[in-house]
């Protein structure tokens, strides 16, 4: 039986990669390093903030914990200038979202800073629409460690009683998020929004959000 859905964030609701990637562009030309569009994509999307900062800074002899926190901050204010104004949901995300908290209770689980998830759902009315939102502050290990969805699966806990994460479905863009949700024990659908269908190993794959089917994620978990 279904009984909840985990979406990712970045890549699944906002199209808001380009803009971590401009972001990220910017903060690290300030130290000198070149970031390409290609590298990001290849090498790093699967990071959080403090890991994408961490993995650069290792190969040019690392950043002390403290320099990281001010990458990761000076980041944060650049990802809110190039955001501002505009939507950066994908086509489709709204509705997405509104059909999934209709069916059951829906939860997020994210590498990007819960303030710049609810700063998003904000602007697009959407918050109300999830049970609980888990950002890369709220646990110890990033995606694809399970810690983001087994803390997603916790709280959603709260409100559905003995809720096992064989009966979650987690939407995924990326290779790394959905070996997280594998290995926290969700169901998982790929959203071929970011990668190619080929590079998405999951129980289902959909071409992009607004093609989400509830009665699919239902066929799932009655497997």
């Not at 972001?23 to 970031?35: C, N, P, Q």
């Not at 087994?150 to 994460?165: E, F, K, M, P, S």
């Amino acid at each position: 039986m279904l009984r909840a859905i985990v979406f990712d964030f970045d890549g699944v609701i906002a199209n808001s990669e380009p803009l971590h990637f401009a972001a990220f562009r910017d903060v690290l030309a300030g130290e000198g390093i070149a970031l390409t569009e290609a590298d990001y994509y290849a090498r790093y999307l699967g990071y959080d903030d403090v890991g994408m900062f961490q993995a650069i800074g290792a190969a040019r002899g690392g950043w002390a914990a403290a320099e990281i926190a001010g990458l990761v901050a000076l980041k944060a204010v650049r990802l809110e200038e190039l955001e501002r104004h505009v939507s950066v949901l994908f086509p489709g995300a709204a509705d997405a979202i509104r059909r999934a908290a209709a069916a059951v209770p829906i939860a997020i689980a994210s590498g990007a800073l819960g303030p710049e998830i609810r700063r998003v759902l904000e602007r697009e009315r959407l918050t109300t629409c999830f049970t609980c939102i888990v950002g890369a502050e709220d646990t110890p290990a990033s995606k694809p460690a399970p810690d983001p969805y087994l803390l997603a699966v916790a709280q959603l806990g709260r409100t559905v009683a003995d809720l096992r994460a064989s009966e979650c479905v987690a939407l995924e863009d990326s290779p790394w998020g959905l070996l997280s949700a594998q290995a926290a024990g969700l169901r998982t659908v790929a959203v071929a929004q970011t990668y190619d269908k080929s590079a998405l190993l999951a129980d289902a794959v959909i071409g992009s959000i607004d093609e989400l089917d509830i009665s699919m994620l239902q066929r799932l978990c009655a497997d």
